[in-house]
């Protein structure tokens, strides 16, 4: 999640700034694109155009959504078909042990539980800092908070593999805590925290938001923290929603630092555990496993796409 | 659905308006016992060096006024910031001229880390493989998710459907993904992809099996699993064109190549310059696919820097070499910091323009 996001971010949040008023633009000009209206008329464009957009769908469909088929195939197919033939487009015998055995034998429940438990505790560590961060810095607005925005953004702009070696002594010896976090979920939890990206986004947002609302409810007599809880995060869903989404599926893909921090297996998420079991269980099984692994991503995104999306315009498709 | 109008109902960035006054407070009083460890020593603002004045004279009123529930709510983020990045980014800079061993006291070795470094013979295999996977990146990667881009955004039904799937690769989990191509990558006649190459009459290759043909395979995942995203952010670009444009063009006879070569592309020019030094940024830190496709064999063919930096740390018999690490990882940030730098520049032009 830390290395991820960190130098995606700082396109994330410049494209933020650019992005959305040539969007406007769009929205409100006439609806056509590169091929006008009297281009479409002429039945030498039309036809050539439906067949490139058919090419265009038909490899989308191969690249995009094959693997993900063969993969839904191949969880339910004895190992020996899927060796034998891996292409055939019907498996020979339909094999559902092999879900449970991935399951209840390879212990992938307990993987999947472990990264439920990183995936929620990256989202709230985030969400935590994000929103009092951003709410301090945009709404109470203290004297030093250009000094604060400053160091944060600084961070954008530092690759994340410098932060790799001297995080790891970090969380091998912490400060304050005393102990060491290693093979504890809050190695992976408490660094999440520090993700310039999220909370760039969500003080932006609050810039954004009305400044009367604000000033009607300090004459109520609101104070900071009714004003943060009652005014500002009611009013704050969107932004939730998309930082939301990128900490999940941030925390859901991470591989390297929970690889580093959390060396007992008992501890570890799928994306970690995976690679190490496939030397020790079958094909059938394995695959099984990695189609468990896929659910849940791959749900939320067909549930929450235009999130999704709108997440990926911001440039989430930038890896660290 | 259409993408253009989902990126944000308004805009949450005022363009910027900062860093004006920071420039003279560089004076301001470093040993005044700051109560947030960001000010210390750091410019600050006359603003600020008035309301450090008001506090040092009735820490009451400071406190009264909003400062303290102010402090609070910042506390989160400056610790999270504090112990999780600024510390280890400082740390860095410092362990990189040290000998560190976690047993004994840290040494200071002055630039010894570094020429050992520069002395690995192992250096320059990782640097030609990094720059040989990034090369490739681009010719595999730049052009299709473009004219990918181009031809969505004609589409005029289904238009999510096409998003959708494009994006779809960008969903599945890393790990999940490569250890499934790695299964796909079976160099026997009966992998699934010499399989397919079988159908149309070329013979099976040995993918990863193979010095030569390893990092285009790894290439081609990495193209697979990164270009959804790409297409995305060139969609929303390119249907982001004013299309007065394409009047205009129209008015003077230009046919659809025409326009896609004369007024697309040209209005494309900053986002393809972004994505280009993105890609640069990303790929050189490329780690996930030669630790799990290869761990950096055949023959050292996939040892990229930054598995070179992971070997160096963390799987070394005798220790970590933290030192060497640390000092690879900086040089490496140094070169990148470059091409940061340059990207900086370009976005920030845009959003005065």
Partial sequence: MTYNASNGGALKARMLRTGPDKNQKAAGANDRGIVSQADWRRPRVRWSMRISHGLLLASLFLVGLGPLLWLGKAAVTPTQDTLREPLSLWPNGIDLENLVTAWTRVEIDRYFFNTVALAFGVWLVSIVVATTGGYALSVLRPAYRKVVIGLVMATLFVPAVVLLVPLYLTILNPPLVGTSMINTFWAVWLPAGANAFNVLLVMRFFDSLPREVFEAARMDGAGPFRMFWSVVLPMSKPILGVVSIFAIIGAWKDFLWPLLVLPDPAMQPLSVRLPALQKFIELDVFLAALAISTIIPVVLFLVFQRMFLRGAGLGGAVKG | ?353
């Fill in chain 2, 1 to 353: 659905m259409s993408t253009s109008s989902t990126t944000t109902e308004r805009d949450p960035i005022p363009s910027g308006h900062e860093g004006t006054d920071s420039a003279h407070g560089a004076d301001a009083p470093a040993g005044l016992a700051p109560q947030v460890p960001a000010e210390r020593g750091l410019a600050t603002a006359s603003a600020p060096r008035r309301a450090w004045v008001a506090w040092l004279n009735a820490p009451g009123r400071w406190a009264s006024s909003g400062g303290l529930s102010t402090l609070i709510f910042l506390m989160p983020l400056l610790l999270s910031f504090g112990l999780f990045s600024w510390w280890p980014i400082v740390r860095s800079a410092i362990m990189s001229v040290q000998n560190t061993n976690l047993v004994d006291e840290p040494t200071f070795v002055g630039l010894e880390n570094f020429q050992q470094v520069l002395s690995d013979p192992l250096l320059g295999t990782a640097v030609l493989n990094t720059l040989y996977f990034a090369a490739l990146a681009l010719v595999l990667g730049y052009p299709v998710p473009l004219a990918a881009a181009v031809l969505m955004s004609e589409v005029r039904k289904a238009k999510g459907l096409y998003s959708a799937l494009a994006y779809l690769p960008v969903v599945i989990p890393p790990v999940v993904s490569v250890l499934l191509w790695k299964f796909f990558y079976d160099a026997s006649p009966t992998g699934v992809f010499n399989t397919v190459l079988g159908w149309v009459g070329i013979d099976p290759q040995p993918w990863l099996q193979s010095a030569d043909s390893a990092m285009p395979s790894l290439v081609l995942y990495a193209t697979w699993a990164a270009a959804g995203g790409t297409i995305i952010i060139y969609l929303a670009a390119v249907i982001g064109v004013p299309t007065e444009l394409y009047d205009a063009a129209e008015v003077d006879g230009a046919g659809i190549w025409r326009k896609v070569w004369h007024v697309t592309m040209p209005q494309l020019r900053g986002i393809l310059l972004v994505t280009f030094i993105l890609q640069i940024i990303g790929t050189a830190q490329v780690f996930l696919e030669p630790y799990l496709f290869t761990n950096g064999g055949p023959a050292n063919s996939t040892l990229t820097v930054l598995l070179l930096i992971y070997r160096y740390a963390f799987e070394n018999s005798l220790g970590g070499d933290y030192g060497a690490a640390t000092a690879l990882s900086l040089m490496l940030a140094g070169v990148l910091a470059v091409f940061s730098a340059i990207y900086f520049r370009i976005t920030r032009s845009w959003s005065t323009s």
